[in-house]
């Protein structure tokens, strides 16, 4: 589908909350397979946006500048800004004769933009071809006499970010509940924190990283699996999953020195299946080329997408991946107490469990309910952490998948009959 972008924006400025709104929406209709163009002021400086190297789209500069003014009447517009109400209405009907679906942001809102609400309602005839989707930003407060939605035709519905206000925004703009669609703004922690193209690429592997209500990135050498508790982890991956929550485990593993031989990662591969963790819920990094170990910065963005750190080491100095990981993912750490270090290094904060260790040896009577009670006791504390809970649902929730398969691609679909 070929969609247009209609904005007055004259950079992306990174302060400008509607550059990362805009800058979501590009990601996220190249990323499934759209046409992008955003036309943009006639002073916008570059030629494409680019999100890293992953996703662009070309920028034509081409919607005319114009002095803002506070309009409150539509009657007041002045004859300049009717001139430039009617010169974007030319551009607007030559430009989008073979485009699909137009966005616009605010165009129909503000009242510095009735001259860009005008140039729609005038252009109306010769865009009947094109579905309009305007989106409002501001909850609308007081209304103005431009603001019909009716003015537009039925190819025009307006876009709000919640449910809470859809009626009011309707009965602002003249109309009703068919007039508004809701869709949410995407957040996603990819964009946010300006992830490489690697890192996309390892979460593409893994989409569950983005996904899961469980996530965890473990980094350990290759040469330590057993030391470092992976069976066990394992085994509680699986009493979590059992339990009807969605799960990621990915091993960060590490030959960086070459000194000692790697262990053998198919057992715990197929350990990993026998305990129902698919391919995409359970992995080594080791196997996405990175034999060696991951790039700092690309373990870094990972570690971002977790929310728990089991460590059910054997043996540590000091465990300088447990304080790694509580930085970089905010997560709920559950650590070895047969380790009696841990406590140290951990501040003393986390869930306790015993795992065993080389000074103090450790099994469970019954290694199956051990294992789903402690799983219980995570739920339980992760349930009461509302830090947890927030960054967990923020994460699975705004992401430009989950925004895209829940609402842009519905919504796609629907304004094919709009005509």
């Not at 009011?168 to 809701?182: C, E, K, L, P, Q």
């Not at 990175?290 to 054997?314: D, K, S, V, W």
């Amino acid at each position: 589908m070929r969609i247009a972008i209609l904005t007055n924006l004259r950079d992306l400025h990174d302060a400008y909350s509607l550059t990362s709104v805009v800058r979501h929406q590009v990601a996220m209709l190249c990323r499934y397979g759209h046409d992008v163009t955003v036309f943009a002021s006639e002073t916008f400086q570059d030629k494409t946006i680019n999100i890293n190297s992953r996703y662009q789209c070309p920028v034509e500069p081409i919607i005319p500048a114009y002095e803002e003014i506070e309009y409150a009447r539509l009657q007041d517009l002045t004859e300049d800004h009717q001139r430039i109400a009617s010169q974007t209405s030319q551009i607007v009907s030559q430009r989008l004769s073979d485009f699909d679906l137009a966005v616009t942001h605010d165009w129909l809102f503000t009242a510095w933009n009735l001259p860009l609400a005008e140039s729609v309602r005038l252009s109306k005839d010769q865009t009947r071809h094109v579905r309009f989707l305007h989106w409002i930003h501001s909850v609308p407060s007081e209304g103005f006499n431009w603001w019909g939605i009716k003015r537009y035709g039925r190819n025009h519905k307006l876009i709000y970010p919640n449910r809470i206000d859809r009626v009011r925004v309707a009965t602002m703009f003249g109309g009703d509940s068919r007039h508004v669609r809701t869709v949410p703004h995407a957040t996603d922690l990819r964009l946010l924190f300006d992830f490489c193209d690697e890192t996309w690429n390892v979460i593409d592997a893994y989409p569950s990283l983005m996904q899961a209500q469980f996530v965890q990135v473990y980094p350990v050498s290759g040469a330590r699996l057993s030391q470092k508790g992976l069976s066990k982890l394992i085994l509680l991956f699986k009493a979590l999953k059992s339990k009807g929550f969605s799960v990621c485990l990915l091993i960060a593993d590490s030959n960086a020195t070459g000194r000692v031989p790697r262990d053998d990662l198919e057992p715990y591969k197929r350990m990993a299946e026998r305990n129902g963790l698919s391919k995409r819920e359970f992995g080594f990094t080791s196997d996405l080329n990175y034999e060696r170990g991951l790039p700092r910065h690309i373990l870094r963005e990972l570690m971002q997408c977790a929310n728990l750190f089991i460590y059910p080491t054997e043996a540590e100095s000091f465990g300088l991946t447990l304080p790694e990981a509580c930085l970089a993912g905010g997560v709920l750490p559950v650590l070895n107490r047969s380790l009696s270090v841990l406590m140290g290094t951990s501040g003393g904060y986390g869930l306790f469990f015993d795992f065993g260790s080389a000074e103090k040896c450790f099994e469970p009577q019954d290694e199956r309910e051990y294992y789903q009670w402690m799983a219980d006791m995570i739920v339980a504390r992760a349930k009461e952490d509302d830090c947890w809970q927030a960054r967990t649902f923020m994460r699975q929730t705004y992401n430009i998948d989950t925004i895209y398969r829940g609402y842009y691609a519905p919504l796609l679909t629907e304004s094919c009959i709009w005509n």
